[in-house]
Every structure is written in C-alpha cells, then in structure tokens.
C-alpha cells in the first residue's frame, strides 16, 4: 500500500544517514587511532632511550675527542660495551635495532659508540659525521629537548628514533644525545593491526545496522502484505 511504501522509504532513508554518520565517524576513528598508536610508540621508544641514557656516565663522554682516536680510549671503550649490552638486552623485543651516542663538532652530528659489531655494514666508527640526520636531531644538543622523530630514512633504512639529551654533571651542558632506532616495519605493522581492529568493529556496526534495517523493511512488507490480503478476504465475504 501507499501508506507501506512511505514506511519502507522512510527506513531506508534512515538507514543512508545513519550509514554515511558511522563511515564518516569510522574514517575519523581511525585516524585517531592511528596517531594514537603512534605517538604511544615514541613514547614507549623514548622511554627506552632514557633508560639506556640514565647509564651513561657523562664524564666519559667528555674523555673522547669524537675521532677514531677514542678506539684506544678506555672510557670509548667502556661506553661501546655498555651500548652493546644495551643492544642485546633490547633486541630480543625484535623491534630495535640501533643503540647509539652521538655529539655535535663543527655544527654536524658525528657517531660515538654505538651496539653494532664491527664487522656490520651498520657498523660506524667514532666520528663518522651523520650525513642524513634527521630534522631535529641537531637542535637537542642546544635546546636540550629530548624528541621521538620519524619515521625518517637515511643510508641504512627507514625508522623511528627516540634520542634523548646527556647532560654534563658540572655545567649541566648537553654533552651527547642518546639515541635509539625502531625499525619503521614494527611500527607500520602496529599501526595496522590497530587499524583492522578498529575497521573490524566498524564493519560489524554497518552489519548490524543493515541487518536491523533490512528486519524492519520486510516486516512492515509482511504486515502491508498481511493487510492487504485481509482486506481482500473481507471484500470477498461482502
């Protein structure tokens, strides 16, 4: 009947809206998330490095000369080591990858000790300049504010970077910046699973919806057709 068609179009109407409010609060939803994840990620990955970092001692950074002269420097010495027992303990998350110090000599950032064997094609010498630094990192060693940056790519790859500033004991000064690396795939993959999360919700809301809506559409038709049928029998009877 008329009076059923104009039910029916009514719900699909409401169905429409109500589709196009949850995609549209969906696609924001997401990308809350997203930055969400992410920027819980470079917390976690600077709380990594300010562990590492509170176990520098800053008087032995201001033994080196950030050169390959510091290699016959016992406190280089003893800073590689203590990098590379950082490296190892954190490796086995399977997400790190780089544990490093570096300084800054004539305006560029040069590498200090750092958790990778020599024999790595990671691998950088004391005094080996940071060609492609990423934007930031120089500015730690003047303003003393530690950063989470990237993703970014340099020689080596892809990755987020948590650094945080070392301070001299005496003046307070910035001496070093400790940093550490997360490969980028750890963390796109993180983000994604959030992500298919929160899009697997989505799609059983719109499921639902669809499913209640569709409910409402064929009763209201089994009722017209219930209606129209009765008035047929009573007309029959007359």
Not at 22 to 49: C, H, I, N, P, Y
Request: glycine share 8%; hydrophobic share 45%; net charge negative.
């Amino acid at each position: 009947s008329e009076g059923a068609g104009k039910l029916i179009l009514f719900w699909e109407r409401i169905f429409v809206v109500a589709l196009g409010v949850v995609l549209l609060s969906g696609w924001f939803l997401v990308s809350w998330v997203e930055e969400k994840v992410q920027a819980d990620s470079r917390t976690e990955l600077l709380s990594m490095a300010r562990v590492v970092s509170a176990g520098v001692n800053p008087r032995w950074i201001e033994k080196l000369t950030f050169t390959p002269a510091d290699l016959k420097i016992p406190e280089y010495v003893r800073l590689r080591e203590q990098q590379m027992a950082f490296g190892r303990a954190l490796m086995p998350r399977g997400d790190v990858r780089w544990v490093y110090l570096m300084a800054i000599r004539q305006g560029k950032v040069v590498f200090s000790a750092d958790s990778i064997p020599e024999d790595d094609p990671g691998y950088s010498p004391p005094g080996d300049v940071y060609i492609d630094a990423p934007e930031g990192l120089t500015d730690i060693f003047y303003d003393g504010q530690e950063r989470g940056i990237g993703p970014d790519q340099d020689r080596w790859g892809m990755f987020v970077s948590g650094f945080v500033p070392i301070r001299s004991f005496e003046t307070g000064k910035v001496v070093a910046v400790q940093g550490v690396d997360v490969n980028l795939s750890i963390f796109v993959i993180r983000t994604f699973k959030a992500k298919v999360q929160v899009i697997s919700i989505l799609m059983l809301i719109v499921v639902f919806m669809g499913g209640f809506f569709l409910w409402q559409i064929r009763t209201h038709e089994s009722e017209d057709k219930l209606k129209t049928a009765f008035d047929n029998l009573q007309r029959a009877k007359e």
